[in-house]
């Protein structure tokens, strides 16, 4: 059995239900859908929208206890082994990565957690899979409420129903629909930059049509020759030419027995500055800048775009994954999952250096900690900590202990 086919093993309808469209509160059908029109054709959106997946890939999602009095990483659940390696197929940075493009393109999400029950009736968690529907999927209800999901897959075509609890949904733009995620008003928004899209390729297709009406014929030559003079049309002709491959002026060589006749071309094209406010606007859309696509951000630039996007999205994606992952019971007990930032990743050299000067000078990382930040290799006998300034152990000034 394959694996798609050990999955979709699951995803059957209950037997013996009747199951019907499922309404929300505002009383019309809940509807997955994705833009129409795709905005990601656009080179500075699939750039803008793989810029910021890229980032959100070197998160570390962890399952963790809070306690009355701690904080601790819970390591040894199945939970804590599918958020460090997804599934047999995806390193954890391809698949956060993934979803994350996923929900940008069609502002939902769809993960399917594989699970086996144990001696103890419980679920073991063995792998996550990203769910590339044909369609969008449908939420359905039997006649009890319970929720289900339906999608359609093509190669092989199949339709899976899957209770709605089981599948990780994580949305974006959440509007007049509990169930999902985009609506009226953010197609709405991406219809306006698709007409700012549309403005700003139209400026640059100008542009090259005039470049190559500048490389036309500029004139008309007009022989002043009787049909007999076939001697002179020729070698009037002949010398045109001859100019033309030598990439001489757009006209020949003219003589007494030629007139020429000036074509008057206007090219219009769309100004600098109009072109860079639309580019502009598009770049206010997408919430990058030019210089930030290159790389070039500040430390003020990186801090305001982890917290306009990235942030915001760890958190929706670790909460969507708790609805699944944990219980009633597991949730009132602390069980939790955070996705962390790499705040590492995201200071510069300068900064890693000072970051690892103070944690060094007060004993709060080991060497190997900080070679890791400074992004060179451990070595032996690096998993020791310096003592601090603060000498909080007792110990001899100057001494080491151990990590």
Not at 10 to 28: D, E, F, I, Q
Not at 271 to 283: F, N, P, Q, R
Not at 367 to 380: C, D, K, M, Q
Request: net charge neutral.
């Amino acid at each position: 059995m394959g694996w798609l086919d050990k999955i979709f093993s699951k995803g059957k309808r209950p037997k013996n239900a009747n199951l019907s469209m499922n309404v929300t509160m505002n009383g019309y059908q809940p509807n997955f859908t994705a833009f129409g029109t795709n905005i990601l054709l656009s080179d500075i959106v699939y750039s803008a929208t793989a810029m910021k997946a890229r980032y959100f890939g070197i998160l570390k999602p962890e399952h963790i206890r809070e306690t009355d009095n701690e904080t601790i990483k819970v390591k040894d659940s199945s939970v804590s082994r599918l958020l460090k390696r997804p599934n047999d197929f995806q390193s954890l940075y391809d698949f956060l990565t993934q979803a994350f493009f996923m929900r940008e393109k069609n502002d939902n999400c769809f993960i399917y957690p594989d699970y086996r029950i144990d001696d103890n009736k419980q679920k073991i968690y063995t792998g996550m899979y990203i769910l590339l529907p044909a369609d969008s999927p449908i939420i359905m209800q039997d006649e009890s409420g319970e929720l289900y999901i339906r999608f359609l897959f093509l190669n092989p075509d199949r339709e899976v129903v899957f209770p709605y609890k089981d599948i990780i949904h994580w949305k974006k733009n959440i509007e007049d629909d509990q169930f999902s995620g985009g609506g009226r008003f953010a197609t709405r928004a991406n219809t306006d930059l698709l007409n700012s899209l549309q403005a700003y390729r139209t400026g640059q297709e100008a542009v090259a049509e005039a470049s190559k009406l500048g490389c036309m014929i500029d004139g008309i030559l007009k022989v002043n020759a009787y049909s007999s003079d076939n001697d002179k049309v020729k070698k009037i002709r002949d010398d045109f030419i001859e100019d033309l491959r030598k990439n001489k002026a757009g006209i020949g060589v003219l003589d007494n027995g030629v007139d020429y006749e000036n074509i008057q071309r206007s090219l219009k094209v769309m100004d600098s500055a109009t072109l860079k406010e639309i580019k502009e606007g598009v770049m206010l859309h997408v919430g990058v800048t030019i210089d930030m696509l290159s790389g070039k951000m500040s430390k003020e630039e990186r801090e305001t775009f982890y917290e306009n996007w990235i942030r915001p999205s760890a958190i929706s994606l670790a909460q969507a994954m708790e609805r699944v992952f944990f219980s009633q019971w597991q949730v009132s007990h602390g069980d939790r999952i955070v996705i962390y930032p790499t705040d590492v990743e995201l200071m510069t050299s300068e900064e890693r250096f000072k970051y690892c000067d103070m944690l060094l000078k007060a004993g709060a990382i080991t060497i190997n900690e900080a070679r890791h930040i400074g992004g060179l290799p451990p070595v032996e006998d690096g998993n020791q900590r310096p003592r601090g300034y603060n000498n909080l152990d007792g110990g001899k000034q100057g001494g080491t202990t151990n990590g």
